[in-house]
């Protein structure tokens, strides 16, 4: 078995889970945020650097690699690992999200989905088996089953059509995996927000025994609230011997949301995105730094942050560097914004630990300024 | 003295000078080659990195960061060493061949120059005094004079006329200076191609005793077989025991024939400016990472490099970055670079102490292709 969880402790006030994901690349301590890479790189970042944070995984995509630069050129470097110079876990998508988000004239059929590429227009086509395929060639420690994401609002009937033949795509996924030794292929639970549907979804998958399983079709467009309602009654029908990865999801109050109603993995571009903009996550709430008023501002981004830009650069500084477009400045905010999660999550975890997740929400919550004016997240 | 130059021997085969400038920030071995931080920033680079790849200095624009974000936020950060995270030394310009390369609709007078900043159109003035108040509060090791760069070509007269007015303000910009304790400020010698003018200008500048002299008015479009012509009239009426500086000059083969002729600093953006188009300098010559041959290379930049980029990363990953507009590939070609450069200096010094800098200029240029197809620089 590629992967295997290793529950630790259940959090006495919260009911979320402290664990371990075991992979072929190293461990990854759980409840886990994953720095999105898509294009082989974790934007702006070197691995090292990733290293320095503590990310214990990464996540990369595979319809973006599929296009560029192919699957096969990976295949030939020796893989994902090797070519990007990154030796601990990847997680890979199964390209299905991007396909329904961002390619062009798709059309779905019980075989699979054709597409026009973004990037030039070319007619492309992703299978279970492709997808499955690709991913084989990029060697990922944790592969997902090509699903189909239905857009958020769907119907009951549509939800269900969708999920059902993402279920079948995922029987048909597991036939063509090559590498059940070194990568490990996650299912995914589809079912809008309908709770019958995730039910049969996650009971469908979860008789096909996958070594984890993925909660997909959340973070679509539905409220905060709706998204945790349906993790409410979607965790616990999931094996409690398996991880669970929530996907797309990695805002910091949804990340301890999740966590407390037992999601193990997550992961968002979140932090990397708004980075590149001059945004960052503080223990103050968000704070623009390209703003006028941080032009004279000596002290680091976050003062209550020990990240490498925290502890060496100031506001003053960032700004200018974003001001003026300057390379440097977008390295410093995504490594503050990447650090700022990672040490969530580890709070988190010490939080479990200590059986006091919802304590540490609440003075999160408070310190975050979420209460205060809306804006904290 | 801020700055000492401290002379170690001479190449009995070619006269090139090996030595170090102590600074209040540290030693710069020479000949040394400087990279370019000019907005405070080596471009895509971290303080780390250009310590891992052991540059001695940087320099930084004058006139950029008097137009962001100004040098008066410079100074209360406490100077541009602390402001930027560089504690090794920092060589400022003076803004004057910004102001005459850069700006628009500028207006010479004996008191400086006025003109519109490049970046919005705002009324700016720079003269002697305000280009050394402005490095004052930078609080760089090395400092320049504020000079005129005659246009190339120009008449005797003009040159003449200009070398005379930069002396002039030379000696009101060590009127100025307000911190010689700390900071050192050179003198540029001007005089267009004209011998007679370049000896002018260096006796003239002399008799003010400056702790350094740099060689402005080159690489301006001449041939380099000019500009060596130049320097081998220049450099010999220069004092023995001051640093030597060559603006503006960093290609491979004009920093061997510049050392061989008797400069000791050099500075140049092409390194890092031909990285960020994905060209790199190589022991085989200049290579185009971006081409599709190198699409499935899965060998390092430059076999025979030992930096960061080559010892961890192909060029097929390479190509695949910059290809897709990645900032790592830029950080991966400007580490390699600025390595190769600072690497090449470094050897430059040893073919100096081991007295066979010709020898290693003709190995070299032989290696690095001139010979071949007259692109290898």
Same mark, same amino acid.
């Given at each position: 078995m590629a992967v295997r969880y290793e529950h630790i402790k259940t959090c006495k006030q919260s009911g979320a889970r402290l664990g371990r994901v075991h992979t072929p690349h190293g461990v990854i301590e759980t409840p886990a945020f994953m720095p999105v890479?898509?294009?082989?790189?974790?934007?702006?970042?070197s691995p090292e650097e990733l290293k320095a944070m503590d990310a214990h995984i990464i996540l990369s995509n595979t319809y973006h690699l599929f296009l560029r630069p192919g699957h096969e050129i990976i295949r030939q470097a020796g893989g994902l690992h090797k070519f990007m110079n990154w030796d601990r876990p990847i997680l890979t998508d199964s390209g299905g999200f991007q396909v329904f988000? /961002? &390619?062009?004239?798709r059309k779905i059929t019980e075989e699979g989905v054709a597409f026009r590429s973004h990037l030039n227009g070319d007619k492309l086509f992703l299978s279970p088996e492709k997808a499955v395929e690709i991913q084989n060639a990029l060697g990922s420690d944790i592969m997902m089953a090509f699903d189909e994401c239905p857009p958020y609002p769907a119907t009951h009937e549509y939800a269900k059509q969708s999920l059902e033949r993402t279920t079948r795509w995922a029987e048909r996924c597991l036939k063509a995996h090559e590498n059940t030794q070194n990568q490990a292929l996650f299912g995914i639970v589809q079912g809008g927000m309908y709770e019958d549907l995730r039910k049969q979804s996650a009971a469908d998958l979860t008789s096909l025994d996958f070594p984890g399983y993925a909660i997909g079709? /959340? &973070?679509?467009?539905?409220?905060k609230e709706l998204m945790y309602e349906v993790l409410e009654y979607t965790t616990p029908v999931l094996p409690a011997n398996k991880p669970r990865y929530l996907m797309g999801v990695g805002s910091p109050d949804a990340l301890i949301e999740g966590s407390i109603r037992g999601v193990d993995m997550f992961d968002c571009v979140l932090p990397t995105r708004i980075a590149r903009n001059g945004t960052c996550m503080t223990s103050e709430g968000?704070?623009?730094?390209?703003?006028?008023?941080?032009?004279?501002?000596?002290?680091?981004?976050?003062?209550?942050c020990n990240c490498y830009t925290c502890t060496h650069y100031s506001r003053a500084y960032i700004r200018h560097l974003i001001k003026a477009d300057e390379t440097f400045g977008l390295r410093l905010t995504t490594y503050h914004n990447l650090h700022f999660l990672l040490e969530l999550m580890r709070n988190v975890r010490q939080a479990i630990q200590d059986d006091r997740l919802l304590d540490f929400r609440d003075e999160f919550f408070e310190m975050y300024g979420m209460n205060e004016n809306g804006r904290g997240f």
């Open positions: 890479g898509t294009l082989a790189t974790v934007k702006t970042m988000s /961002l &390619s062009d004239m079709g /959340l &973070s679509v467009g539905e409220s968000r704070l623009v730094v390209r703003n006028a008023r941080f032009a004279e501002d000596f002290g680091p981004l976050d003062p209550k």
